[in-house]
């Protein structure tokens, strides 16, 4: 019987609904921030449980563990990890415009170096986020939602009073899109934000008069100023950005170049790397200008310092530095986050529009709460102040009442049965009363010092105070525009307490023109080891130590200085290195493996052949493999701008043997692994291009391949050790290319 409990289904539809919530699920739940409050989940459920803590900017710190592990108990079962990484981000003032917590301890530096672990740490809020952040959670200004495990409730939403997407900015990388936001003004997000609060058909041109870009709390110069509309129309584009340097002069009449500010996408490991990138300038010999470089940076700010000669140019050196390192670098805005629960790419007046909104709709509940609260203390004063009128008949009640029921009845509904009255005329008056039920209540808990005089004019003192507020209140509510400037003046007040100076600076500069020193063009001689190990020296120092570079290395050649050098490999490759890259120096200088300097790995392919191209130009070169596959390539067309390309095709299962430049040979000797020889003319090798197989120079039998490859002249006599003999390659009978050979005997 089949069980009715089993639920065929498509299993692609399954997977891609699946696949969809999970998508979703890390979209709005963790990777996005939310429009209204800039902040994402991890985020919020940080600040709102330091605030559950008690945490406050004015009261001791506490652990980081204490926040990290409360706040994953209760709202964010992710892992303590992030719940640290966000922590420490909202308190590192050089990630974030507006630090929202307050760190002590070591949470990590502007160079790389990560915080301490979370138990040696300790935070707290700051002022700013306390109050314009958190201060009205307790109005009912947003809706809580269940966390998790619906044990706890927690706010959907923050009650920021600020456009915080735009002060703090915000990056996140979520399932399909991210988000990157780029950091702004404090004072100038609140400028903008009064004027489409004032105006809200104000357009972005005319918003960007209060905010000209975004403000990197790192500093640095922005420009691309005339791009700046584009993107905040639009919401993504590309922010170009540079590091500030200025030029002090050292003694000596040296030029020092300092570098005081960094572009925002530089921090971190970053600028280990710069460091590194400006060192190598020097070692590549791509300047000649460096004399040291040393990172004086501190607390107090950047400050890295290069020493440069007394005849540099210093102008083209900083357009170099801007050119080939990170100094200057590109932002990619792409202001995407959550809007109505779904992500969606926004502009700056958009960001705007949705903040001011969410301000208006807080206002709104935070009034309406704080209405109700009156018109309910209003109630109870009026009645309290009606009840000291009339005291001594409210005390006759009490008196002659039974319990407290009896006594209240007659206070709200004029039921005076049961009641001792005095007189007729009480019993009368008492029936008249008509209080509420709320006035009841406060008459009968009513203490008898309310009865002195000066208590009873600060009633009335506070009942003229809440008529006051209920006026006030009921006006924001009625009129927009009394909201309006209720809301104006908590961003004033904001504004002016904690507005900062801009820090980045907005300009437009044409594009970093280098102009690169021509090269003195000289002769220098290439020098490998055994080991791959090359450099280059002058001449003169090898012509002081030639007997000892011809001995000691493998390759030994001249070239330029300003040339290539062509590395040939057994797997068919050329590699293309310049000789630049190597390092020129003394003849013991130990050099640097040529994988390094190319795309060549010792581990995967052996070297055949190294030349200097310049030498390949003019003559051909001779190609023989395993399977005795011969040809003859044109130098030239090694002459290549690519670092690495195919020197030849080969057969599946082959193999390069050798590569040579043909000068002077007049007979190649091909010597197979089962002893046979094979001596014929270097003529009778075709010449082919560098993409062609070749052709067979030597019948071999199926288990058989070339070993070795030998040149010789005519009338010059040249011998091999070959087993216990010397053998004269010049005695070897001459044949034809294509035969078998001949089988010559070891001993």
Known sequence: ???????????????????????????????????????????????????ELGIRYDRPYRKSARIVGDTMGKYHPHGDSSIYEALVVMSQDFKKGLPLIDGHGNFGNIEGDGAAAMRYTEARLERITQEAFLSDLDKDVVDFIPNFDETEREPSVLPVKVPNLLINGSEGIAVGMATSIPPHNLAEVIDATKAYMLDENITTRELMRYIKGPDFPTGGIVINEDDMLDI???????????????????????????????????????????????????????????????????????????????????????????????????FGVNMLAICDG???????????SESVRFQYEVAARKYKNLLEKELDRKE?????????????LIIEILRGSKDRTMARTCLVEGKTEGIKFKSKESKVMAAQLCFSEKQANAILDMRLYKLIGLEIEALINEHEETMANIYRYEDILARRDSMAQVIINELDKIKDQYQKKRKTQITNAGEAVYVEKKI????????????????????PTYERNKEAADTENRYVFQCKNTGKICLFTNTGQLHTLKVMDLPFGKFRDKGVPVDNVSNYDSAKETLIYAASQSE??????????????????????????????????????????????????????????????????????????????????????ATDEIEAVYYSQNAVEQSIPYGNKELELNKIKLGKRDGKGVKVRQS
């Not at 044109?634 to 195919?646: I, L, N, S």
């Open 1 to 51: 019987m089949e069980d009715n409990r089993i639920i065929k289904t498509e299993y692609s539809e399954v997977m891609q609904k699946s696949y969809v919530d999970y998508a979703m699920s890390v979209i709005i739940a963790r990777a996005l921030p939310d429009v209204r409050d800039g902040l994402k989940p991890v985020q919020r459920r940080t600040l709102y449980d330091m605030y």
């Open 232 to 330: 905040y129309e639009t919401g993504s584009g590309k922010i170009k950005l540079r590091g500030k340097v200025e030029i002090e002069k050292a003694k000596g009449g040296k030029t020092n170049l300092v570098i005081t500010e960094i572009p925002y996408t530089m921090i971190g490991a970053n600028i280990g790397k710069f460091l590194m990138d400006v060192a190598s300038l020097a070692e590549t010999k791509k300047t000649q200008d460096i004399l040291d470089i040393t990172n004086q940076s501190s607390k107090e700010g950047i400050r890295i310092v290069i020493e440069l000669r007394k005849d540099a140019d210093v102008e083209n050196f900083k357009n170099m530095l801007f050119k080939k390192t990170r100094l200057e670098d590109t």
């Open 342 to 352: 779904r992500p969606e790419t926004m502009g700056l007046k958009q960001i705007i």
């Open 380 to 392: 109870i004063q009026e009645g309290l102040i009606k009840a000291c009128n009339v005291i001594d």
């Open 520 to 539: 003195e063009e000289m002769d220098i001689v290439f020098l490998m080891d055994r080991f791959g190990y090359a450099r280059t020296i002058d001449m």
């Open 616 to 701: 390949l130009n003019l003559y051909r070169v001779i190609f023989a493999t395993r399977q005795a596959m011969l040809k003859v390539v044109d130098g030239g067309e090694f002459d290549v701008a690519k670092r690495t390309v195919a020197a030849t095709k080969l057969l599946d299962g082959d193999e390069v043997v050798s590569v040579v430049a043909y000068k002077e040979q007049r007979n190649i000797i091909l010597q197979s692994k089962a002893g046979y020889f094979l001596r014929f003319a270097v003529e009778e090798i075709p010449e082919k291009k560098k993409g062609a197989i070749g052709v067979r120079g030597m019948r071999l039998n």
